[in-house]
């Protein structure tokens, strides 16, 4: 069957579609799989999918009465998805391909409103602010050549994006995370950003399989946020303007798409040195 323009197939060969796109093909029709689908597909590609509280994930309808979210979550392993919604449907692929990080954000989530009711500290908390917002709009680049990452967490977006795009099309992998910003992906528009975390890694991991690569990925970004403490504050997450990246709009060929400013802002601070995760 060939998929038609508004289905999930049709979006699985786009750029920053690479860690759902195997699943994205198995769609080619535009009504979007119901819950019990997305079970079965979570089942066959992250059988062992959990909560933060050990509970096997699988996707309801949004009940009636309402419910924290992550905390539902964390004690039930009931994903509320949405009829016929690309925001939630997005969400059930990133438990699908991120099954560990997407469980070690539930568990810091119920942590840290645990640890700051304890402490008497009002609201959401900084960390709990930057994992939603990872959620939604994250995205982990890697690269083999930590000069570029360094560009681009600086800001310099000319350098990295046009004059080392050679190198940067070798060197690095874009993987995003966020649910919400592959739904905007499907109507890009002038000034998409997601939050960006940045990872240096040798040569040899480039090399992988793209399933091996995600597979790594995953479990060392839900390490990383388990025990390395990553992801303490908003301001850990870079900016990173999407259409600039090589591939992803036709309009980026070219030296003068980067000095336009309404996407590609330059560092409001000094550029301090990149440190490699």
């Not at 009636?64 to 509320?80: C, K, N, Q, S």
């Not at 002038?190 to 991991?205: N, P």
């Not at 900016?239 to 992803?248: D, F, Q, S």
Request: include cysteine; charge should be neutral; glycine fraction near 8%.
């Amino acid at each position: 069957m060939t998929a038609g323009p508004d289905t999930p197939a049709a979006l699985a060969a786009r750029p920053l579609f690479e860690p759902i796109a195997a699943l994205l093909a198995r769609f080619a029709t535009p009504a979007l799989p119901g819950t019990a689908q997305l079970d079965a597909l979570l089942h066959k590609v992250a059988p062992g999918a959990a909560s933060g509280g050990g509970r096997p994930i699988r996707f309801i309808q949004p009940p009636a009465e309402a419910l924290a979210y992550e905390d539902h979550i964390f004690a039930t392993g009931a994903v509320p998805t949405r009829e016929d919604d690309w925001h939630d449907f997005f969400n059930a692929l990133a438990w699908c391909v991120w099954p560990h990080t997407k469980a070690a954000c539930n568990i810091l989530h119920r942590r840290e409103r645990d640890a700051r009711a304890a402490a008497g500290l009002p609201g959401r908390g900084p960390r709990r602010d930057a994992l939603t917002q990872f959620d939604e709009c994250g995205i982990v680049v890697v690269s083999s050549d930590p000069g570029i990452p360094a560009l681009l967490a600086a800001h310099e977006w000319e350098e990295a994006f046009w004059t080392r795009r050679a190198r940067l099309l070798q060197t690095m992998r874009f993987l995003v995370f966020g649910h919400g910003t592959w739904e905007q992906l499907r109507e890009p528009f002038v000034g998409l950003c997601a939050k960006a975390l940045y990872r240096v890694v040798d040569a040899g991991w480039l090399e992988r399989p793209t399933a091996e690569r995600q597979a790594e990925t995953d479990a060392w970004l839900a390490a990383q946020l388990l025990d390395g403490g990553l992801l303490r504050t908003p301001r850990e997450l870079a900016p990173l303007p999407l259409l600039g990246i090589p591939g992803v709009t036709r309009e980026n060929e070219s030296a003068a798409y980067y000095r336009d400013t309404r996407q590609f802002r330059p560092k409001r601070v000094p550029a301090e040195k990149f440190p490699a995760l």
